[in-house]
């Protein structure tokens, strides 16, 4: 795993640390594993959740698989992690009514490293804490989110970051204001705007 720490801890508008981890693919029904080396040229959601058989994770997952047909839209790749085996995801899957013909693959980061590289790790309870990046396709973390243990995430959230991302992407030196949506009016960060952004908005 050593040597695929090219970087030495996630942070923001940095390079994603590289990892290589062992997978469980529902749709498949069968063991896989994901480079993240291999995803560059896309977007991609690295969705870190505490556990496997537990209360608020499996909400976050229905709703994620709920807006498939949107992240496919943007061209997103949404993998979900957590620290439990592949082996544990299965028989999830299988026996959690809200994970029926759950779609994403299921990385399991059962030897922590990537949770350590990504210093996400619980060092009391050894799990994972509820954490989301958004990466895009120069491998870069765009977006960084952290919640506290007993909240749920919101798959309409992420998407607006995520537009809002890929149109800063494509729009150099633009910048989308708070609750920028599709269409809305967006800045061009400069001097002349500093004490005047009330009129650059309206």
Request: charged share 25%; with cysteine.
């Amino acid at each position: 795993m050593e040597e695929l720490n090219y970087y030495n801890i996630a942070k923001i508008d940095s390079h994603a640390p590289l990892f290589d981890l062992p997978a469980y693919d529902p749709v498949k029904d069968d063991e896989t594993r994901v480079s993240l080396e291999d995803l560059r040229w896309k977007w991609t959601v690295l969705f870190y959740y505490p556990a496997d058989f537990t209360f608020v994770c499996p909400t976050e997952l229905k709703d994620m698989a709920d807006a498939k047909a949107k992240f496919d839209e943007l061209g997103v790749k949404i993998l979900s992690a957590s620290t439990d085996t592949v082996f544990s995801h299965r028989a999830w899957v299988k026996h959690e009514k809200l994970m029926e013909k759950f779609p994403y693959t299921m990385l399991s980061d059962h030897a922590l490293n990537v949770a350590d590289m990504y210093n996400i790790l619980d060092e009391e309870s050894w799990i994972a804490w509820r954490w989301t990046f958004i990466i895009d396709p120069d491998l870069i973390i765009r977006w960084i989110e952290v919640t506290s243990w007993p909240l749920g995430r919101n798959s309409e959230e992420l998407i607006r970051k995520i537009e809002a991302l890929q149109f800063m992407n494509k729009n150099p030196w633009t910048a989308c204001p708070a609750k920028w949506a599709i269409w809305s009016k967006t800045l061009k960060p400069s001097i002349k705007i500093a004490w005047e952004v009330y009129e650059a908005l309206n």
